[in-house]
């Protein structure tokens, strides 16, 4: 072995529900030489008769930190997972605690790979997606008419679960197929429409792939930066829809950033961030229990229930808060310390977003200007609407808005 390589001790071996019949020469061997083979109690019951060395079944609860894989480095270990280790699989967790250079792995077809081939569908044109352990309601930002989409369910409810989503959200004319034990001896494919699914319990391993169909009543999330103020609850207490699109502009999202949401209102800025890429996450900072909680289901309705509430006043409030990489102060920010505060736990190379509509908060915003510069622009929005009996346009509030990026 030439010098400074790392022996590879460790094995990733697919395995599906053919069991053995289904893994290749490489993978058999793999399992049959380990002196450890891990996996979960049905991976170790479909490779048995090829198991030489002792089976570990994984704990209860999972570990993450995968400390028994990684304590055993050295031996000959191998680990089994379903289908694809490296699609929504444990490969990808041995892959945070083990460089590259000690394992091989043994892929077999994915779920996805699986039902796309029994459906005859196009896997690069098909919209795939994990709910397993998961909230269901991740799938909303893609039920989009003339999608499909593949969803890893969590067990044999879930399907219901899913589908009486698709109908309250105006999708319940979507074709809806469930596929359970792809692979195997039990296999099973059963297509109806999402609104007559009821309450039907399937096999724990199941996919469900939704042809998306929308009525005149559907809820559709539009891929656009900014989406209607009608799609979020409000009090009135909202960014509106041309002004977020250009806040949102300003905070400049970047893959797996995190946004302080301060003041948030309905929640309208901090859900469209984490639209934008599912790699983003923010925390709502509000202090009205009524509102927070309204940001909670705006969350959950609009696909995206990890969003952080925090309810309470800033500064106050963002004690203990993870670092930001953006901040976006809708309200509160004339309050003493949120902007010092703010500017101080920002990430370097962060963005400051801050938008005024009192006097109050824009003598604040011009004097941070003068103190540190960034950006000043004023804003403002006119909507036509009835003047007699005629139309004219009729101007919403300016609204103020300081942009600083921090050194």
């Known amino acids: 072995m030439p010098a400074g390589a790392t022996a590879k001790w460790l094995a990733i071996v697919g395995i599906g529900e053919d069991g ?5 020469a490489a993978a058999r061997q793999a399992i049959g030489e380990a002196d450890l083979v891990f996996g979960g109690a049905r991976h170790l019951e479909l490779a048995a008769t090829a198991i030489r060395g002792e089976p570990r079944p994984w704990p209860v609860p999972f570990d993450t930190t995968m400390a028994d894989v990684v304590a055993a480095r050295g031996r000959n270990v191998c680990v089994l997972a379903s289908g694809d280790p490296f699609c929504h699989g444990v490969g990808t967790t041995l892959a945070r605690h083990v460089d590259r250079a000690e394992f091989s792995a043994y892929p077999a077809p994915s779920a996805f790979s699986l039902a796309a081939a029994r459906l005859g569908w196009a896997l690069q044109e098909t919209e795939t997606i994990s709910l ?17 989409i593949l969803a890893l369910t969590s067990n044999g409810r879930s399907p219901a679960e899913i589908a009486d989503l698709l109908a309250s959200s105006g999708f319940g004319s979507s074709r809806f197929h469930i596929l359970e034990a792809l692979g195997g001896p039990a296999e099973a494919v059963s297509t109806l429409r999402a609104d007559a699914l009821g309450t039907q319990i399937f096999a724990d391993l199941n996919v469900v792939a939704i042809e998306a169909s929308g009525d005149d009543r559907a809820k559709t999330i539009p891929l656009a930066v900014a989406i209607p103020d009608a799609l979020f609850e ?44 599912p790699s983003l996450h ?10 927070a909680a309204r940001i909670r289901r705006n969350a959950r309705s ?3 229930p ?3 509430i925090v309810e309470g006043h800033a500064p106050e409030a963002l004690a ?7 901040v976006f102060v809708g309200g509160g920010g004339s309050r003493d310390g949120v902007m010092a505060i703010t500017m101080e736990r920002l990430r370097a190379g962060g963005r400051l977003v801050a938008n005024a509509v009192t006097l109050e908060m824009e003598a604040v915003l011009l004097d941070l200007y003068a103190r540190h510069g960034g950006e000043l622009s004023r804003i403002t929005v006119s909507r036509a609407a009835p ?12 609204v103020t808005q300081w942009t600083w990026s921090k050194p």
């Open 20 to 24: 053995l019949d289904g893994i290749g």
């Open 132 to 148: 397993h352990g998961r909230p269901i309601h991740l799938i909303r930002p893609l039920l989009q008419d003339g999608a499909r």
């Open 234 to 277: 409000h009090d009135g207490q909202i960014t509106k829809r041309e002004i977020r699109a250009v806040t949102l502009s300003s905070l400049a999202p970047r893959r797996g950033e995190l946004l302080w949401d301060i003041g948030a209102g309905s929640g309208s800025i901090a859900i469209s961030w984490m639209l934008a890429h």
């Open 387 to 398: 003047v007699g009996g005629k139309s004219g346009w009729r101007p919403a509030m300016p």
């Open 306 to 308: 990890g969003l952080d």
């Open 302 to 304: 609009l696909g995206v």
């Open 320 to 326: 203990g808060l993870p670092q930001p990489d953006a």
């Open 282 to 291: 923010a925390v709502a900072i509000e202090a009205e229990a009524e509102r």
